[in-house]
């Protein structure tokens, strides 16, 4: 990564501690720059915009979102490029080798279930993306931040005192956002896979009891397309890679409206 704007490296540097590397001697994925403006705005509204290659996608960002925005980017250039894999919009974790993959849409409460499932002796591989291999059909790991927003933040501080969250970021595109540390062991077995068998559905209902009910397979596989950035444009290879997580996994709904509900009763049924 380059860029001319020196706080995000202390952010980046709290929230992935001890991974930070040389990039001379590792292989470099995407070239990514985080730069502002050689103008006036750059004094008077100071804004900050991302690069990939020589690529602008967005619009610029003011300076003090320039972390979300490297984080948005970030998840921007892996949709749109990394078509080796199946990309899911998913939760993912890891326990005794098996997967529970986590789908949903924006405001479902995948990530606050994620990052406190991750405090719960499940291994993270990814809050955005569950990468399904097509030749072995397992999840790859992407270990990163995990991103909170607006009342999420509160709600991970008081379930997990001990957790590691950066800055909170206040009224960015997407309300308040912080991000989560991910947990050392997570980054430590990042050349990790594992085998998929759960894939559930979450819902946030505020006040509700956790209700988790199996659902069909081919209902499973609808819903897992949807959640999909390339099921289509990968074609019959991404039919056969879906296909194959289905038959591995039971599947189910699920509607929760507390985080300590929520996890007795993933593990009170899924672990039976």
């Known amino acids: 990564m380059e860029t001319d704007y020196a706080p995000i490296v ?109 405090h719960r002796r ?5 809050d955005e993306f569950g990468l399904v291999g097509p030749n072995t059909g397992q999840i790859l790991p992407l270990p990163r ?18 957790t590691h969250l950066g800055p909170v970021f206040p009224k960015t595109r997407k309300g308040d956002v912080a991000h989560m540390r991910p ?5 430590r077995r990042q050349q990790e896979a594992a085998e998929p068998r759960w894939v559930v559905f979450p819902r946030y ?14 209902l499973a596989f609808t819903r897992l397309a949807y959640n999909s950035f390339n099921y289509r444009l990968l074609g019959a290879t991404g039919f056969r890679t879906l296909a194959g997580v289905i038959r591995r996994c039971d599947c189910y709904g699920f509607e929760y409206g507390n985080l300590e509900g929520a996890i007795a009763t993933l593990e009170q049924t899924l672990f039976r």
């Open 145 to 162: 931040a995990v991103a909170l927003k607006n009342a999420s933040i509160n709600v991970i501080r008081q379930f997990a005192p001990d």
């Open 10 to 118: 202390g952010t980046l540097t709290d929230l992935y501690p001890d991974t930070l590397v040389d990039c001379q001697a590792e292989i470099i994925d995407y070239e990514i720059r985080l730069v502002r403006p050689r103008s006036v705005r750059r004094w008077v509204r100071p804004y900050i915009r991302f690069g990939l290659e020589d690529l602008f996608p967005f619009d610029p960002y003011p300076v003090d979102h320039a972390f979300p925005l490297l984080e948005w980017g970030l998840n921007w250039s892996i949709a749109t490029s990394g078509h080796h894999n199946l990309m899911l919009h998913s939760g993912a974790l890891e326990r005794d080798g098996h997967a529970r993959l986590l789908p949903a849409v924006p405001g479902s409460g995948k990530s606050t279930l994620v990052a406190a499932l991750a």
């Open 183 to 187: 947990p050392g062991e997570s980054l």
């Open 205 to 218: 209902c505020a006040g509700h009891e956790p209700i988790l009910q199996p659902i069909t397979k081919s």
């Open 122 to 126: 499940w291994r993270l591989l990814s």
